[in-house]
């Protein structure tokens, strides 16, 4: 059963009903609360605005259409009810009365497992559009804070190389909160209104799948470099390391995948005696003399220990790349706007600090 045209912002700051198609649907803000912007809790934010969506066949409301979007992100109630903070059973409720109310099935229940049916593909972009616009409520009824905040999510290199050395920038606008998250779940939470930016990362090979619904800004290349004990020489090639061990910087991780490939392409079988998923543990153990790694530019920038860092050119690199959705605010604008600072400052030499390699 069709759910009706894609809604705009006009349908949600009033009551809207359009008697050419039956299947329109009429929006209305029942209520607000005074609210302020600042993203501590997502949940609440949204639980501060009442939104009733009325088809011709039945009322749905916000409550219903986040718990269904959580459950499409994350696969399970369980995991829905988790990020939400309620109990599995109510959000199986907000589910079962959704349907009810489209008359629709919208997941396909097989051994367990959720997954979208039609339907449910279907409403995912119009439930994603009101709930960001829902979450704008508050900036057209109140005075926006002083301070607004900005939540970025990404990986840990990224925090430690891109972010940390901008804070006071990023700080001199918005309150700034990080959270720590691979590529995926930081999508996710940004897809789910949890995040404003989220840093991800794509190496060569890796499949692109764009959301036309986000923004992508490439930030920079960070290039992969093999990382030596500090008794090495810096001209040291993978091709005359067969006897030294191996460190991995994290089971799963796109950098382990990378190595991998990159030891097999070099016809080297290594000796793993390490898996590390911290970068600072792992870059001690190399200075430590327990074993050589490859790690990207960024994981780098933070160490202050004493590793050689060879100048043979492994021939990978991965793209930096921040997401945002296409409509940001002027902080989140401004956030963004600092991070692109880390292409200009690469070019001029200063993005990652490099120590003297010792000597053999």
Partial sequence: MPLGPRLGVEGLLGERSDDRNPQAPQVQLAQCHAASLARA?????????????????????LTQLRSFLEVSERGTVAAAAAALGYTPPAVSQHLAKLERSLNVTLFDRVSGQLALADAGR????????????????????????????????????AIAGLITPRLDSLNSVASIHLVEAEDQPALRELRLGHADIAIIQRYPGD???????????????????????????????????????????????????????ILQAAGIQPAITADVA???????????????????????????????????????????IAVTHQTVSAATQHALDVLETARRDRARGGGVPRRPAAQG
């Fill in 41 to 61: 809790d997502v949940s609440e934010q949204y639980r501060s605005v009442s939104l009733v969506v009325t088809f011709r066949n039945g009322v749905v409301n």
């Fill in 122 to 157: 279907a409403l995912v972009p119009i439930a994603r559009e009101l709930l960001e616009v829902a979450g704008r409520v508050p900036e057209v009824v109140h005075e926006p804070p002083a301070r607004p905040r900005v939540v970025i999510t990404g990986f840990a290199s």
């Fill in 207 to 261: 499949a692109i799948d764009r959301d036309p619904r986000l923004r992508y800004t490439d930030l920079l290349t960070d290039n992969l470099r093999l990382v030596l004990p500090p008794t090495f020489e810096v001209g040291r090639t993978l091709t005359d390391l067969d006897e030294l061990p191996w460190l991995i910087n994290g089971t799963g991780t796109r950098c382990e995948a990378a190595t991998r490939q």
């Fill in 278 to 320: 911290d970068n600072q543990v792992l870059l001690d153990l190399v200075a430590a003399g327990h074993g050589a790694t490859i790690v990207p530019d960024l994981v780098l920038a933070g160490h202050r220990g004493n590793v050689t860092i060879s100048r043979h050119s492994l021939g990978m690199s991965r793209t930096i």
